[in-house]
């Protein structure tokens, strides 16, 4: 049994003419009537009844209609994937991103993406960034949201975000409603800040920014997520530096008070492998740069 054969099958149920049916497929009556018969045998059933008047379906024949028509729909649907693959337009990307991209445009660069390609299906898991390094290389992830300087070969990236530190503080805190304050007015304060072994970059950072400005942090709480250690700072325990995208956690009891000297940003790079040749993959840091460039 052949697709052509279920097309002409179909044809003719509809037409009950062989010379209408010939028609619309654009042969002859004698392929036609060749091709029914093959389908019949292959079936192992008659499927019309025919003489000088009239061509029917039989019972057979009837049953046969919506069997023929779900499995052409069915090569018709693997087909049109097949296309929309090979163009990147369908298929599964594997996204990872570290948690402050909800505060830094992540959601609308997926909304934006999904309406465009609608047959693409992203699944994203948040992960650190040393995680994600490790998923890239193993091919479990396509591309990721990172934070990190230390980018290792074969892996090519974009710049995605830069943003400042600021102070993050229990809203009843002395310093809370300053406009701007300087570093050393932490000094002594309980510390909480991202685990060095979840991302070893900022957790150097934030003590090298607090060593210039005179001080050794008291890092008392080392947390997986930034939105932990704001958390933390809510609930009165200590103090931060936070990238300033976390403003917009909209946690209670929590200030944010910009530096009144300017630090070293906090970036945000995509990052995927450079070998890798996925359509899907190039679509969507088409969307990432385009992303970029408007945030910029």
């Known amino acids: 049994m052949e697709f052509r054969h279920l097309r002409y099958f179909l044809v003719l149920a509809e037409e009950l003419h062989f010379g209408r049916a010939a028609q619309r497929l ?117 591309l990721g949201f990172v934070h990190t300087t230390r980018v290792p070969p074969g892996l090519s990236q974009i710049l995605v975000a830069s943003q400042p530190f600021v102070a993050c503080l229990p809203a009843g805190h002395a310093l809370a409603r300053k406009r701007a304050l300087p570093l050393s ?46 958390s933390l700072v809510s609930q009165g325990l200590g103090v931060a530096l936070v990238p300033q995208a976390l403003r917009q956690s909209a946690l209670p009891d929590t200030v944010f008070v910009p530096l009144d000297t300017a630090t070293i940003p906090y970036d945000t790079y995509c990052l995927w492998k450079t070998a890798r040749d996925h359509l899907a993959l190039s679509a969507f840091l088409e969307a990432v740069r385009a992303g970029a460039a408007r945030a910029g």
């Open 26 to 142: 654009a042969i002859s009556q004698p392929p036609l009537s060749t091709n029914i018969q093959q389908l019949e045998a292959s079936v192992g059933a008659k499927l019309f009844t025919r003489n000088s008047k009239a061509v029917q379906l039989t019972e057979a024949g009837r049953a046969f209609v919506p069997q023929a028509r779900a499995l052409l729909e069915q090569a018709q649907q693997a087909a049109r994937h097949a296309r929309d693959v090979a163009q990147g337009l369908a298929g599964s990307l594997q996204v990872g991103f570290v948690g402050t991209m909800l505060y830094r445009g992540l959601p609308g660069l997926l909304k934006r993406f999904q309406e465009q390609h609608p047959r693409l299906r992203l699944t994203l898991r948040e992960l650190s960034s040393s995680d994600q390094l490790i998923e890239l290389a193993h091919e479990r992830l396509d």
């Open 185 to 230: 007015a932490l000094r002594g304060e309980p510390f909480a800040c991202i685990s060095r072994g979840v991302s070893a970059d900022y957790h150097e950072r934030i003590v090298s920014l607090c060593t210039d400005a005179g001080f050794t942090p008291e890092i008392r709480y080392e947390l997986r997520h930034w939105l932990s250690v704001v």
